[in-house]
């Protein structure tokens, strides 16, 4: 495409930017303009390798005609409709075949589906609807969500309430009672590790120190990302999740896991839950749903939640919850043309057959200059950095800039390098990505 004249762009004033240091930005900012397949065009006509897709969301790659299409003929024929007391078949439609893939297997499925416009909205609805089960079942005292050290659940109050991320938290009140489990990061005993790390199951734990804290009586559910993505690639110890499970059973306290991330193939399972075997009873997705190309999210449900919230005179409303966009016509269009494509070429398990070539190449930046861990999992790996003195992320946020330049996206989170491509990545890009990174890596030394 031709390159844009930067006097085209617009004045950068009046758009307030999120989770964006807006002035640092605005004083030298870095555009995008278009994409396709495995890579964006910068404003200046540069090509930029997608390291990161887009934020984790564009699983299959960029400008997926399938994708429009299905959007355009949406647009065309139904383009809004509301989903309060009514409906529209292309949700329901959608419903079912997300039901045929959700996580679990066979009759273990959660497969009763709650659509959202986001991962936070995801996030606070699975919340809600945990208290709300806990109530139907008549234990209303269970009012208390447990989150973990080092989470990311969205920006939401319920969200921040239950993640752990210090700066989304310090400056909001949070929900009363929220607590958190220990985060399970522990580069002293699981540094540069392929795949789940061997040490930290004990961590799960930490759920019976809070059960013995506040009584199982007030917890309502326990919140965790199978792997946490946006606070810096988090593996799960191996048998974590298996005892986190054990323990929400022993105490009635639902498990939820956040695949907002995670979910659609990420890993190289339809969701992280399959990869692990460990069942949740509510799954939180968005981004991948989609493909990233219209904001939507989906609560997966397990059978018995449901059922017991679907009690009382069947003209009364179950759930006091939704959203305008709650099944919005055009994002179930593209959802649905996202999982034909997602299933035709396989890409729900792909990331599992490019897993040893893409460990491999990412683990070949051990010995770059301040590297003191790598972690890959799936389709994911996380590069922590030695931070400067007194500056922290400082050093990885160079590093981004300067693979930007050189035509490579990655994402920074304080001196945490993450990188998830799309699902349709080759080996090819694996190369540039640590080739770029790895000169980077020098350069900010
Ligand atoms: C695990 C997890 N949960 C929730 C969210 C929030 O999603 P959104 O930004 O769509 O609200 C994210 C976003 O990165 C996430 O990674």
Known sequence: MDSLEKSN?????SYWM???ANRQFKASPRMLVAASGMHYTDIDGNKVLDGTAGLWCVNA?????????AVERQLTSLDYAPSFQMGHPIAFEFAERLAAVAPGVGDQRLD?????????ESVDTALKIAIAYQRAIGQGTRTRLIGRERGYHGVGFGGISVGGLVNNRRVFPQLNGSDHLRHTHDLTRNAFVKGVPEHGAELA???ERLVALHGAETIAACIVEPVAGSTGVLLPPKGYLERLRAICDRHGILLIFDEVITGFGRLGANFATDLFGVLPDIVTTAKGLTNGVIPMGAVFTSRNVHDALMQGPEGQIELFHGYTYSGHPVACAAGLATLDVYMSEGLLTRAAHLESQWHDAIHSLKSAPNVIDIRTIGLVAGVELSPREGAIGARAYDVFVDCFKKGVLIRVTGDIIALSPPLIAEPEHFNTIVEVLGDALQKAA
Request: aromatic content about 10%; charged content about 25%; hydrophobic content about 25%.
């Open 112 to 120: 009763r589906i709650f659509y959202t416009g986001s991962g936070s």
């Open 61 to 69: 790659g960029h400008g997926r005609k399938e994708i429009a299409t």
């Open 205 to 207: 734990d930490d759920l």
């Open 18 to 20: 999120p989770f964006t």
């Open 9 to 13: 762009t617009p004045s950068l004033d």
